[in-house]
C-alpha cells in the first residue's frame, strides 16, 4: 500500500521533500486551497511522472448557501455549483455534475481522475440514493472526456452512516452491482460532530463499528476488483491496507488526518496552532513531541526506529520534518502489515495493538498517566473493530 | 405438492400421442413423462397442473402459474447455452385433461442421471470433475444474465449428469427463472425454490429487491460443496427446514479445503466465495470469477 499526502494549507517544502525522500507516492490535492490557476503551478512545480489526484469536494456544495461558508477556492471552480435538489434526484443534473469536474482534472493534465459525489450522511436515505446513481454514472460519464484515464468514484459517507449497520452494507451490496463500475474508489469516512481535533481523545473515528466498516468497505470493493484510495486515513492506514487498500492518505494538520464536513463551515472561535507531533509506530498513537521525549527516556521501544528519530533529539522539528516522520512511520506500518495474506496480516496487527496496549500500560506505571486511557481506549475500539470487520467480512 | 397428476392413457388421448407415455416423476406443480416424437426419439412430456380459479386467491395463483410456465418456456427458447435443456416437438399449449386444466409442452430427454445422485458416492467427485461442472454452470449463469434471467433453483436435482460428450452437464429446470426486469410473479410470502440450495438473501421479507445473479452464484458454489465434501453444510440430515434456514443465515461453512485437502486451495476459495451470506462478498461480475478459475483450470 501507498501513502499519499493529503493536501491543505501551508504545504511550504513538505510535498517536495516527501516525493524526493520517498515518504509518500503522491499527493491528493485540494482545490479548497488552490485555485484553478494555482493549482495548474503546483501540478506543474511538483513534476512529472508524479502520482497526483484532485478531489473534487463537491460534497462541499451544500455550504454553498451556509450563513458562514468556509470554502476557500472551492468556489473557483466552474464544476462547483449546487444543481437543484429536485435535478439530484431525478438523476438529470448528475452527467453534467460528473463531466464538468473531470473535464477541470483533464485540463490539468491530470493522470487519474476522483469523480464527484455527495455526502452520505445516514445510510437509508435520498443522498444515499442520489450518491449511487453518480457512482453508477462516473464511468461511463469519464469515459466521453477520455476512456483510458482511471475514474475513481466518490465514497464519501458520515461515521453515523455505518454505525447504522445493515443499511450500510445494504449501500455495499448495491454498489457492487453496478452495471458499469469505476475503476476504483475514493473513499472519506467523515466525523460526525467533530470533536477537538488536537486531543487524544477517542474521536468519532475510533468507534468499533466505524473502523469495521470503513475496512469493510475497502476489503468489498477490492475483492471485487476496484483500486480502493482512502483519504484522510491517518493511523487507521495499516489497517485499511490490510483490507486491501491501495492507497491512504494523510496531511500535517489534524483537519488533514481525519476528515469532517464542519471544516466547510467557519469554525465559532479560533483555533490556536497545533503542537508539534511524532508518530510512534509502536504506540499506535500520534503523541505531543514534548510527550515522545519523555516517554522515550523511560520506555525507549515507543520510538518508531526509523532515521528520521534523530530529528526529534534536541530542538523542536521543523513543520516539515514533523510531516515527513509522520508519513515515514505510516510506510512503516504499511509494509510491515499489508502483505496481502489478510488473515495472517490481522493476527499480526491484532499481536501489535496488544503490544502498544502494554507500552501504555508501562509507561502508566512510570508515572505518564495523562493520555493513556484515551489511547488505550483507542487500541480497544481497534481491535473491536477488527473483531467486527472479520466477522462482516466472514472472515473467521 | 399435491396435485391431480393424469394418468399416462389421460395424456396420451387428450394431446392424440401415438403411444401412451411413461410416468417418471413429479415436482411443484408439475408431473413428467417420456414420450417417443414422430422421429422416434423421446422426449419428456411436461404437464403444469393449473388449479381451477374459484377464489380471488386462486385467479391469482393460477395466473401465477401459467405466467411461471409461459416465462420457463420462453426463457428455453431465448438461451442458447447447450447446457440448458432444449424444447421439444410439442409446443406450450393450455389443455384440459380429465377435468383439469395443464400446461402441457415438451423437452428434449436427457439421458443419464442427475447430480443429486452423486451425493455421498464414493470415490467423491475429481478435482476434473467439479472444475467442469463449476464452469458449466458460470457459463450458464452468464448466458441466463445475458437475457435477463436468474435461474434461482440451480441444485443437484436440477442438474443432469448425460451421457452426451458435448453436453456432459445439462441444467433441466427454469421453472421458476425470474425475468429481473419483468413483472414480479411469485405471490407474497416466500419465495419459490429449493430452500436448502436458497441464498441468504432469498430468504429475506425484501428479497425481490435485493437479489441478483449472485443468488444463482451462490447456489452454484453451494451445489460445488455439497458434491465435493458429500454433505449439505447447513441441512446434513433431514430436519425440519426452519433449523436449515437458520443454518443458511448464520452458519459459516467450514472452509472447503478442510473438506476436502486433495483440491486445490484456490479452487476451494473460489467456491468458498461464491457461498459467503453477503452478496458483496461474493464476486460481483460474472467474468470475475471466470477469470479466477481460468487461474486454477486443471
Known amino acids: 500500500m501507498n501513502i499519499l499526502a493529503q493536501n491543505g494549507f501551508g504545504p511550504k517544502d513538505k510535498l ?22 494555482k493549482m495548474q503551478e503546483y501540478i506543474g ?23 458562514k461558508p468556509n470554502l476557500g477556492s472551492l468556489e473557483q471552480w466552474e464544476y462547483f455549483q449546487m444543481p437543484r435538489r429536485a ?14 469536474s473531470v473535464q477541470a482534472q483533464s485540463e490539468l493534465g491530470l493522470n487519474e481522475w476522483i469523480a464527484p459525489n455527495v455526502y452520505i450522511r445516514e445510510a437509508d436515505s435520498i443522498e444515499t ?10 464511468k461511463t460519464i469519464a469515459s466521453t472526456v477520455n476512456s483510458n484515464t482511471p475514474i475513481f468514484a466518490t465514497l464519501a459517507i458520515d461515521r453515523d452512516a455505518i454505525i447504522k449497520d445493515n443499511d ?19 473513499v472519506l469516512v467523515g466525523s460526525g460532530v467533530a470533536r477537538d481535533s488536537g486531543s487524544q481523545i477517542r474521536s468519532d473515528i475510533y468507534h468499533p463499528q466505524v473502523i469495521a466498516g470503513w475496512m469493510y468497505i475497502n476489503y468489498v470493493l477490492s475483492i471485487n476488483g476496484a483500486r480502493v484510495l482512502n483519504g484522510y486515513s491517518h493511523l487507521l492506514s495499516p489497517l485499511l491496507g490490510i483490507s486491501g487498500a491501495e492507497v491512504c492518505a494523510s496531511g500535517w494538520f489534524s483537519g488533514l488526518r481525519r476528515f469532517s464536513m464542519n471544516k466547510y463551515a467557519r469554525e465559532v472561535g479560533g483555533g490556536r496552532y497545533p503542537l508539534v507531533r511524532y508518530v510512534s509506530a509502536p504506540l499506535l498513537s500520534h503523541i505531543k513531541q514534548t510527550d515522545f521525549d519523555a516517554f522515550r527516556a523511560v520506555v525507549p521501544s515507543v520510538a518508531t526506529g526509523t532515521s528520521r528519530d534523530v530529528v526529534y533529539e534536541g530542538e523542536e522539528p521543523s513543520r516539515t520534518e514533523e510531516s515527513l516522520q509522520s508519513w515515514e512511520a505510516l510506510n512503516v506500518l504499511s509494509k510491515e502489515f499489508c502483505t496481502g495474506n489478510i488473515n495472517g496480516d490481522l493476527a499480526r496487527f491484532k499481536v501489535y495493538i496488544d503490544r502498544a496496549d502494554e507500552l501504555w500500560a508501562e509507561l502508566q506505571e512510570a508515572g505518564f498517566t495523562q493520555d493513556v486511557e484515551p489511547n488505550r481506549e483507542r487500541l480497544e475500539a481497534m481491535k473491536e473493530g477488527i473483531k467486527l470487520f472479520e466477522q462482516w467480512a466472514e472472515l473467521e | 405438492m399435491n396435485f391431480p397428476v393424469p394418468s399416462s392413457l389421460a395424456m396420451q388421448q387428450t394431446i392424440g400421442l401415438p403411444s401412451e407415455p411413461t410416468y417418471i416423476r413429479t415436482g411443484g406443480f408439475k408431473a413428467v413423462y417420456r414420450i417417443q416424437n414422430r422421429e422416434g426419439e423421446n422426449e419428456a412430456l411436461k ?8 377464489s380471488d386467491e386462486d385467479v391469482m395463483r393460477r395466473e401465477q402459474l401459467i405466467a411461471r410456465a409461459k416465462r420457463e418456456i420462453k426463457a428455453l427458447g431465448e438461451c442458447g447455452s447447450p447446457n440448458l435443456v432444449r424444447l421439444g416437438t410439442i409446443p406450450a399449449k393450455l389443455l384440459c385433461i ?16 442427475p447430480l443429486v445422485n452423486w451425493i455421498g458416492r464414493q470415490p467423491l467427485p475429481t478435482f476434473t470433475q467439479l472444475y467442469n461442472l463449476f464452469s458449466i454452470l458460470i457459463g450458464l449463469i452468464r448466458d441466463l444474465v445475458q437475457i435477463g434471467y436468474l435461474h434461482r433453483d440451480i441444485n443437484p436435482n436440477n442438474i443432469m449428469d448425460t451421457d452426451i460428450p458435448e453436453r456432459r452437464y445439462v441444467m433441466l429446470d427454469l421453472g421458476i427463472a425470474y425475468k429481473m426486469h419483468g413483472t414480479q410473479l411469485t405471490q407474497g410470502g416466500s419465495p419459490p425454490g429449493t430452500v436448502r440450495y436458497m441464498a441468504p438473501e432469498l430468504l429475506k421479507p425484501d428479497y425481490k429487491d435485493i437479489m441478483d445473479f449472485r443468488c444463482d452464484l451462490y447456489a452454484a458454489g453451494l451445489t460445488i460443496y455439497v458434491l465435493a465434501s458429500g454433505t449439505h453444510p447447513f441441512a446434513p440430515q433431514p430436519e425440519n427446514p426452519y433449523a436449515t434456514v437458520y443454518r443458511i443465515m448464520n452458519t459459516i461453512p467450514q472452509p472447503l479445503v478442510s473438506r476436502r485437502g486433495d483440491l486445490p486451495t484456490p479452487f476451494c476459495q473460489i467456491i468458498d466465495r461464491c457461498i459467503r451470506k453477503t452478496p458483496a462478498l461474493r464476486y460481483s461480475r460474472i467474468e470475475l470469477v471466470e477469470k479466477d478459475l481460468r487461474r486454477v483450470a486443471p
Open chain 2, 98 to 113: 380429465s377435468g383439469h386444466d395443464y400446461l402441457v409442452y415438451s423437452e428434449e430427454f436427457l439421458p443419464g442421471e
Open chain 1, 16 to 37: 517536495e521533500r516527501g516525493l524526493s525522500e520517498g515518504v509518500i507516492s503522491g499527493v491528493i490535492l485540494s482545490p479548497r486551497y488552490l485555485s484553478p490557476a
Open chain 1, 45 to 67: 512545480r511538483l513534476g512529472v511522472g508524479v502520482r497526483l489526484l484532485m478531489d473534487p469536494e463537491f460534497f462541499a456544495t451544500t455550504y454553498i448557501r451556509h450563513p
Open chain 1, 87 to 100: 435535478a439530484l434526484i431525478s438523476g438529470k443534473a448528475i452527467p453534467d455534475v460528473i463531466k464538468q
Open chain 1, 168 to 186: 450500510f452494507r445494504d449501500i455495499l451490496d448495491s454498489l457492487t452491482a453496478i452495471d458499469n463500475p469505476p475503476d476504483g474508489y475514493y
Open chain 2, 47 to 54: 404437464a403444469v397442473y393449473i388449479p381451477k380459479a374459484i
Open chain 1, 129 to 138: 440514493a442520489i450518491a449511487l446513481n453518480f457512482i453508477s454514472q462516473s
